[in-house]
């Protein structure tokens, strides 16, 4: 999986910004007003630098994902964790960009989904089930619907692929600049 990398100084300044509250947004925002010097359109493009590279990775992880269909219950297995990460990361993308806080609890992060996001209901659920389906299957040894397993980690990827393309589609929107084809 590529690695979207940056200089040192902005990798950590960037890596910062990852669990960020809406408050200390606020809180930079506030800083660089009082301090013309600094730039407030330099801010707002750091802060969208960072939410296109968390969609990057979601980018990756559809790649990786799309990579390990290969049938095997391991691969299936796979793919399916890895499209439901796809979603997971796109979702905590729009919400950035939308709310300018990045929400890491998974049940939280769906919750939040922008109301303008185009089938907002539809992409609460999906995350929510492809969430649910990933952990049984992390976490037992006889998941439920082990027979579904191809069928299902097939359906994950195409949804990822789908929910990442709306959700490209609202970055830009929102001014996120370049986000990557799907």
Partial sequence: ?????????????????????????????????AHPGLGEAQLENFLNRFARDRFLLAVDFLQAARGTTEQGRGNEIM?????????????????????????EDHVKVAANLPRKLPDRGRWQ?????????????????YPQEADLLAEHSSEALGEAGDFLRACKEYLLGRGVTEPPDV
């Fill in 1 to 33: 999986m590529p690695m979207h990398l940056v200089n040192p100084s902005e990798h950590s300044a960037l890596r910062r910004l990852e669990g960020v509250s809406g408050e200390w947004v606020t809180l930079l925002r506030d800083v660089v007003r």
């Fill in 79 to 103: 793919a399916l964790a890895r499209a439901y990460y796809v979603m997971y990361q796109a979702a905590r993308v729009v919400v950035f960009a939308a709310k300018r806080t990045d929400i």
């Fill in 125 to 141: 659920d999906a995350l929510k089930r492809w969430r649910e389906r990933r952990n049984d299957l992390d976490y037992h040894v």
